[in-house]
């Protein structure tokens, strides 16, 4: 099993890099944004060639995990050291700002920022200061866990 907290450059480099091939490849091919706040909310759409591609997008996570599980052996083990309820708040919190900020980091951090819009830069600013500030706070002022 793999602990995701491991210090990775080589795995992180190339899970990078895959991210902004298939990124690209879906703005270049297909004209769209690969954020997956977006691409999840649109498969609740009646519109049937939008719910085939954001379903294809969603199963390729997927067996993008299960092949590299398969061809490495590893399992990728995620701990999350806090109680179900400060994780289901949390995960609200993340869907909340989903839609109040028009999108998620993918969709923002990585293709907004490398289209160069400045909505989402200053969208990814707010992302990680919020997610940097959230951190400092509960593990280290409130200790909740």
Known sequence: MVNVTEFTPWAGLGGGLLIGLSAGLLFLLAGRISGLSGITAG????????????????????????????????????????SLILLAVGGFLVGLGTRMGSG????????????????????????????????????????WS
């Open 43 to 82: 498969l609740f759409t009646r519109d049937r060639e939008e719910i085939q591609w954001r379903a294809a997008f969603i199963v390729g996570l997927w067996l993008g995990a299960i092949i590299y599980t398969a061809v490495t052996g590893h399992i990728m083990r995620v701990d999350a050291p806090s």
């Open 104 to 143: 998620c980091t993918a969709g923002h951090g990585i293709c907004g920022v490398a289209r160069l819009s400045k909505r989402s830069v200053l969208a990814t600013i707010i992302f990680f200061s919020t997610a940097l500030l959230t951190v400092y706070l509960v593990r280290h002022v409130g200790r």
